[in-house]
T-cell receptor, first 114, second 118 residues
Framework: GQQLNQSPQSMFIQEGEDVSMNCTSS?????WLWYKQEPGEGPVLLIA?????ELTSNGRLTAQFGITRKDSFLNISASIPSDVGIYFC??????????????FGQGTILTVHP | GAVVSQHPSWVICKSGTSVKIECRSL??????MFWYRQFPKQSLMLMAT?????????EQGVEKDKFLINHASLTLSTLTVTSAHPEDSSFYIC??????????????FGPGTRLTVT
């Protein structure tokens, strides 16, 4: 089946630093989604990408849909303590069914030291 | 908009009993909802797809007789863990799909339910 390989698995950074994480797949995806999950909560959608090469920002977050359609990147600029959480990439299952079944990456655990 | 709630947020039950978890889309209708299970610091594992008005579709390895799903209306899906055992202890998260102009893949998650079976 489809798999999303997300890296790094974890990051420990200082407040103010920039963060970069990526997601790769052996399969082509037509949509890339980035979610953030805080401890004890459900994931929250951060950015959705629908077109190869697309670059989209949401505040200090920027995500890109790779032109090969097999990868995506998420960057966080000037990190702050509340950026702590697990970041997941996700994409729709092969077959393109309309009900939105997703494949998730393994997640990147982000820790920000004040 | 696009708020999904779950109830309860946490529950402790004794081994052998059943527990029901509710998932509601508060401000939109969802013909499809998903149920996930998550272990600490791990990714979400899809358990089943809940479709309004029809039977749920379970992922391989998920026991449908143990995890009963009912999608009673366009805003409510329930997951019942029957005859719970300690190994069923986990964080259960639901999500609801909202149809959008550009894509069908806007999936919104509930806050999760922490189940502990003693």
């Amino acid at each position: 089946g489809q798999q999303l390989n997300q890296s790094p698995q974890s990051m420990f950074i200082q407040e103010g630093e920039d963060v970069s994480m990526n997601c790769t797949s052996s399969s082509i995806f037509n949509t890339w989604l980035w979610y953030k999950q805080e401890p004890g909560e459900g994931p929250v959608l951060l950015i959705a990408l629908y077109k190869a090469g697309e670059l989209t920002s949401n505040g200090r977050l920027t995500a890109q849909f790779g032109i090969t359609r097999k990868d995506s990147f998420l960057n966080i600029s000037a990190s702050i303590p509340s950026d702590v959480g697990i970041y997941f990439c996700a994409g729709p299952h092969a077959g393109g069914t309309s009900y939105g079944k997703l494949t998730f990456g393994q997640g990147t655990i982000l820790t920000v030291h004040p | 908009g696009a708020v999904v709630s779950q109830h309860p947020s946490w529950v402790i039950c004794k081994s052998g009993t059943s527990v029901k978890i509710e998932c509601r889309s508060l401000d939109f209708q969802a013909t499809t909802m998903f149920w996930y299970r998550q272990f600490p610091k791990q990714s979400l594992m899809l358990m089943a797809t809940s479709n309004e008005g029809s039977k749920a579709t379970y992922e391989q390895g998920v026991e449908k007789d143990k995890f009963l799903i009912n999608h009673a209306s366009l805003t409510l899906s329930t997951l019942t863990v029957t005859s719970a055992h300690p190994e069923d202890s986990s964080f259960y998260i639901c999500s609801a799909v909202r149809r959008a102009p550009r894509t069908f893949y806007e999936q919104y998650f509930g806050p999760g339910t922490r189940l502990t079976v003693t």
